[in-house]
T-cell receptor, first 111, second 114 residues
Framework: GQQLNQSPQSMFIQEGEDVSMNCTSS?????WLWYKQDPGEGPVLLIA?????ELTSNGRLTAQFGITRKDSFLNISASIPSDVGIYFC???????????FGKGTKLSVKP | GAGVSQSPSNKVTEKGKDVELRCDPI?????LYWYRQSLGQGLEFLIY????????KSGLPSDRFSAERTGGSVSTLTIQRTQQEDSAVYLC????????????FGPGTRLTVT
C-alpha cells in the first residue's frame, strides 16, 4: 500500500529551539495535513495544505506543500514545553477518500 | 457536542469475544472514517463512509471486522472473535464532505484483548 516516510522518528528539543520535520512519498498527493497527538488523545489538526508550493502558518507553526506534490515539511519556531507530543503528516490521494499517515515524529524535551 | 465522541474510552475483552465500538461524528459531517493505531505506530485506515454511498471497506484487515453507519450519523465498528493482535487504539474521524479534506478525530477507544 501507499506509504509516507516521515523523519525524524524522534527528536529532543530545548525550549526556544526551532524544530523541523518532513514527509516524503513516492506518490503525488492533492492534500497534505499535519496533526499533533498527545498521550491518550486523538490527533488534532494543525495545518491543512491544498496547493503545490503553498506555505501556511498557524502561530509558531509553518508548513509547506512541496512543489512536486510528493513532500511536505512542518517547522515549529521558538519551541515551548507544551509542543512535546507526536506529530503526524497525512496525505490524501485524489482517487481515495482516506488519509495515509506517516509513522510520526515524537518530540520530547531534552533532559 | 462540538467534537467527535467515541465510546467506550477503554475496553478489555477476552480473546474470542465480540466487541462493538461506537462513534458519534460532528453534527452535519457526511463523511466518517475508522482508523486503527497500534502502539507507537501511525494510523491505519480501516473503513470510510460518505453519505449514502457504499462504504469503502478496503482497509479492513479481515472478515472479522465490520462497520455500520445508521441514519448517516452514528457508526459502530464490530470486531468478532477478537484476537490479541486486535489490541490497539481505534480512532474515528469525521469530515464535512463539502469540498473539505480536513478530518477531525475523536479521542479513540483503547482495546485490549487478553
Amino acid at each position: 500500500g501507499q506509504q509516507l516516510n516521515q523523519s525524524p522518528q524522534s527528536m529532543f528539543i530545548q525550549e526556544g529551539e526551532d524544530v523541523s520535520m518532513n514527509c516524503t512519498s513516492s506518490s503525488i498527493f492533492n492534500t497534505w495535513l499535519w496533526y499533533k497527538q498527545d498521550p491518550g488523545e486523538g490527533p488534532v489538526l494543525l495545518i491543512a495544505l491544498y496547493k503545490a508550493g503553498e506555505l501556511t502558518s498557524n502561530g509558531r507553526l509553518t508548513a509547506q506543500f512541496g512543489i512536486t506534490r510528493k513532500d511536505s515539511f512542518l517547522n515549529i519556531s521558538a519551541s515551548i514545553p507544551s509542543d512535546v507530543g507526536i506529530y503526524f503528516c497525512a496525505g490524501q490521494l485524489r482517487s481515495q477518500g482516506n488519509l495515509i499517515f506517516g509513522k510520526g515524529t515524537k518530540l520530547s524535551v531534552k533532559p | 457536542g462540538a467534537g467527535v465522541s467515541q465510546s467506550p474510552s477503554n475496553k478489555v475483552t477476552e480473546k474470542g469475544k465480540d466487541v462493538e465500538l461506537r462513534c458519534d461524528p460532528i453534527s452535519g459531517h457526511t463523511a466518517l472514517y475508522w482508523y486503527r493505531q497500534s502502539l507507537g505506530q501511525g494510523l491505519e485506515f480501516l473503513i470510510y463512509f460518505q453519505g449514502n454511498s457504499a462504504p469503502d471497506k478496503s482497509g479492513l484487515p479481515s472478515d472479522r471486522f465490520s462497520a455500520e453507519r445508521t441514519g448517516g450519523s452514528v457508526s459502530t465498528l464490530t470486531i468478532q472473535r477478537t484476537q490479541q493482535e486486535d489490541s490497539a487504539v481505534y480512532l474515528c474521524a469525521s469530515r464535512s464532505g463539502s469540498g473539505s479534506y480536513e478530518q477531525y478525530f475523536g479521542p479513540g477507544t483503547r482495546l485490549t484483548v487478553t
